[in-house]
């Protein structure tokens, strides 16, 4: 499986943006797809999931109320859509995909992509 991830870039404050993860070769042993984001200096957290075979999406604490996530599964595609972005939004994205429950962990997921920066300017 992998991962491409894309969409990020400069934007300022309150703008939106929506980051795109298509994944190659994707199985049935990598069902869930999430994205997680790593601010400088700071630990990797988790901002969203879904699943390719179903919905009820999951959102952690950065996503709730301004972040949804998508699926097209006919094009093995993953979109973060972001709105009302804000300075602390800055970050590192990275879509990842994996199998399990526990998909706020960072340890389900055995793919990873190369990760793409969003900054938010004041």
């Known amino acids: 499986v992998q991962l491409q991830a894309s969409g990020g870039g400069l934007v300022r404050t309150g703008d939106s943006l929506r980051l795109s993860c298509v994944a190659y070769g994707r199985t049935l042993n990598t069902d869930v797809m999430g994205w997680f984001r790593q601010a400088p200096g700071k630990e990797r957290e988790f901002v969203a999931a879904i699943r390719w075979s179903s919905d009820g999406p999951f959102y952690g604490d950065p996503a709730k109320g301004r972040f949804t996530i998508a699926r097209d599964n006919a094009k093995s595609t993953v979109y973060l859509n972001m709105n009302r972005l804000q300075p602390e939004d800055t970050a590192v994205y990275y879509c990842?995909?994996?199998?399990?429950?526990?998909?706020?962990?960072?340890?389900?997921?055995?793919?990873w992509g190369q990760g793409t920066l969003v900054t938010v300017s004041s």
């Open positions: 990842a995909a994996g199998g399990g429950d526990l998909v706020v962990y960072s340890t389900t997921y055995d793919y």
